[in-house]
């Protein structure tokens, strides 16, 4: 089997410092949310999926259920709101962006975006459930929390811009 790599430091001391009550699910590697799912015995809606935008200029992190995909032009409407901002253009960035501006793996993307200086927006649909699975940034450690705990860490904006997939 292979070994596992450990837990980010920076964002263990970040909950620590934070006094969130979470937990650490170390699992197998996985590189999508559904494969977490599979591998931690979660349901779909359970998982949060982390994805890097970029909405014009600006970079954010979008949180949404694993059974949903990505409605850009809700977004640009949901972030143009918050920001006071008309947002023009939402896309998802290369993977180059996340080496680059991040200094993190392709893939690696954490649930965290405070970590990275990024403003976060979740999808409402996320509330329904009490506690989510969080990305760490570790293809083999999740963050299991309350959704609300991770609200207000993250100060997520809230909104609707996903779809359920078919």
Avoid: C, W
């Avoid at 809606?45 to 694993?66: F, H, R």
């Avoid at 918050?82 to 954490?110: D, N, Q, R």
């Avoid at 979740?122 to 609200?151: P, Q, R, W």
């Amino acid at each position: 089997m292979k070994k596992l790599l450990k837990f980010p430091s920076k964002l263990a001391k970040y909950l620590e410092k934070a006094k969130i009550k979470h937990n650490v699910l170390a699992h197998k590697t996985v590189y999508t949310a559904y494969d977490a799912a599979a591998t931690m015995g979660k349901k779909l809606n359970e998982i949060a999926k982390s994805l890097l935008v970029l909405a014009d200029k600006d970079y954010y992190l979008a949180i949404l259920p694993a059974d949903h995909n990505l409605d850009f032009k809700k977004l640009a409407r949901l972030i143009g709101g918050a920001t006071g901002k008309k947002v023009k253009a939402v896309k998802i960035p290369g993977e180059e962006v996340m080496k680059g501006l991040l200094k993190i793996k392709a893939g690696a993307m954490s649930a965290f975006g405070s970590l990275h200086k990024l403003p976060v927006v979740m999808e409402n649909k996320l509330t329904k459930v009490k506690k989510a699975v969080f990305s760490s940034g570790s293809f083999n450690h999740s963050v299991e929390m309350a959704v609300k705990d991770f609200i207000k860490l993250e100060k997520a904006i809230l909104g609707s811009f996903g779809n359920k997939k078919k």
